[in-house]
């Protein structure tokens, strides 16, 4: 069993700091500014308030050993993440915040280096709106199911449309739900395969634009309140770059189609997958475009694509079924424990076991 520290708060390795840190790229007194406990780690995260509803962050951290976190999530926010290193490397992620349970490793040596443009209420209702309307019809509709299921478990009862669920949803609240409740265990089997296909969704490549905005965001040569303009103007226009990468698809109409249903069929033969040349067969299309439509859409190859949901699949069992990780592990389709366990502790930084252990600790 693992002896990792955990976090159930994101605070918890965190020492309140000073804005005229040098290690800063650059600061104002307003900004609220915390390090990393030197035991777990090195590092600053820093928060530029924008507006009563905007908030800028830069976020610069490598924790020393790896770090297991497991908390409730702040809902009343959504986030544009600008990953410059770590996992997410090259990629910007939008990130709902629900009021839900979540579990994760944090790992030794890895740095982590991003910037976050943060919406609250009444930005966030807007701005997640926004983030709905451009997303495919099919991702639109299975955002929309999670969402309604997600509001029947918190709010109760049916929302009358999206605006309704969304306000409710993020709205501000006193307490926090039962800290045994996590996507693993609200989502239907159906809804928890489509929110495979839509964590793809909501991610995309950081485009050179971007990255110049990014670049700007960092050196940032104001002080006081044209500070706060510039970096305010320099936020929204990227979170605006992001939002209209979802209108320009890395394929054409063909190609998504066939890649898009190359990766359905993978979703649902884990335990049986077809060959790279059968699967590019049933979709109509040929082995070398079905693997360029894997890169671009969703920066991966059918096989890693393939392991990516396999693992995805597995987090939800390891959580929610009494089943031991050998079942997990056949039940995925994988014939060998030991590989799925190396290709779980790849992705996710933790042995399937310990990770199990941990989730059902609260659980229960």
Request: hydrophobic fraction near 40%; glycine fraction near 6%.
């Amino acid at each position: 069993m693992t002896t990792q520290p955990r976090l159930n708060h994101v605070f918890d390795c965190l020492l309140p700091g000073s804005p005229s840190d040098p290690r800063l790229l650059h600061s104002d007194p307003s900004d609220r500014v915390f390090f990393y406990a030197s035991d777990l780690g090195q590092g600053y995260r820093q928060e530029i308030p924008l507006r009563d509803d905007i908030t800028l962050m830069m976020i610069d951290y490598t924790p020393n050993q790896d770090l297991l976190f497991d908390m409730v999530g702040d809902g009343n926010r959504i986030e544009f993440e600008f990953h410059l290193a770590g996992p997410h490397e090259g990629y910007s992620l939008y990130i709902p915040c629900f009021r839900l349970r979540q579990f994760g490793v944090r790992r030794a040596n890895k740095q982590v280096f991003k910037v976050e443009v943060i919406f609250r209420r009444p930005a966030l209702i807007k701005y997640a709106q926004l983030f709905m309307e451009r997303l495919s019809p099919k991702a639109n509709a299975a955002a929309k199911n999670i969402l309604q299921l997600i509001y029947r478990r918190q709010i109760g009862g049916i929302g009358r449309s999206t605006a309704e669920v969304v306000n409710q949803i993020f709205a501000p609240v006193a307490t926090e739900p039962a800290t045994g409740l996590s996507m693993e265990h609200i989502l239907t089997d159906a809804l928890y395969e489509e929110s495979a296909a839509l964590s793809y969704a909501m991610r995309c490549a950081i485009t050179p634009a971007m990255q110049r905005l990014i670049e700007q965001i960092l050196s940032c040569p104001y002080q006081g309140m044209t500070r706060r303009a510039y970096l305010t103007h320099r936020a929204l226009k990227l979170v605006d770059l992001r939002l209209n990468a979802l209108l320009q698809p890395p394929l054409n109409d063909a190609d998504m189609r066939c890649t898009s249903q190359a990766a359905a069929l993978l979703r649902t033969q884990l335990n049986q997958p077809p060959s790279l040349e059968t699967l590019a067969r049933q979709v109509g299309t040929n082995r070398l475009t079905l693997t360029q439509g894997f890169h671009k859409l969703y920066g991966t190859t059918p096989f890693g694509y393939l392991r990516d949901c396999r693992v995805y699949q597995a987090r939800r069992l390891l959580v929610t079924s009494e089943l031991s990780v050998t079942q997990i592990a056949s039940a995925v389709g994988y014939t060998s424990r030991s590989r799925f366990a190396t290709a779980f502790r790849k992705k996710t930084g933790i042995n399937p076991k310990a990770f199990q252990l941990q989730a059902w600790q609260n659980a229960r």
